[in-house]
């Protein structure tokens, strides 16, 4: 006899077995799947293709800087470029009556360096009369002739080569490159100096300090045209250009409008 329970049993049977396939299915779908998400590597390596160029961009554009300041001829420096330095220093600080007060008399300028003199025969041709000056000066606490330069290292070059001017005259260096200012003090107050070679920013502070008058300065040099590794001259500098005009507006501007002072551009 036919049992209804066989039936059920076979019903049971089938609605079992026909989810087995899309089981199947559903475990191939995400092998499919991983193999497509593997490509997706390959973006990595774009970005830093992109960082390189972007770099050696940069760095080629620094050397064309460097390239147009070498090979740029050099321009000797004039008293033109010293007033415009001045009123572009000044211009929004002052008024107009300051400003008048502040201009160079084109009388208290030297000759300018034409880039053909060496440092020795450009001083003899300004000063002359460096013999007779230096034999009649006797003033302590002063120089007869104030050289300014952007580093103690360009200093010392100057005091080389200024050999053959000087003669028996006695230079003092006025930079702040292992020298203590205490000590400059002490030789230019048990001393008469003629000469002296510094930065701008430590003869400001001997002159605030009363460590050397300039009452007896007869002439003020500007290394005006040498430039340092970087292709700078000393008023490309902020610093010393700062310090520069600071010295300058400290009494010299004054003597120079009084015709006590020459200025001079190497």
Known sequence: MFDPSDDEEMEKSTNTSKPVQPE??????PATSKKRKQPAECFLTCPEEKEENTVKVKRRRKKKISDILAKSSPKPGIPEDLQKLLNQHFGTKRSVIELEELKLPDSCFLPANDLTHSFSSYLKEICPKWAKLRKNHKEKKSVLMLIICSSALRCLELIKSVTAFKGDCKVIKLFAKHIKIK?????????????GVGTPGRIKALVKQDGLSLNSLKYLILDWNWRDQKLRRMIDIPEIRKEAIDLLEMGIIKLCRDDSVKLGLF
Request: charged share 25%.
């Open 24 to 29: 199947s299915d559903s475990e191939s779908k």
């Open 183 to 195: 000590e400059q003090m002490h030789m230019l107050e048990n001393g008469v100096t003629h000469l």
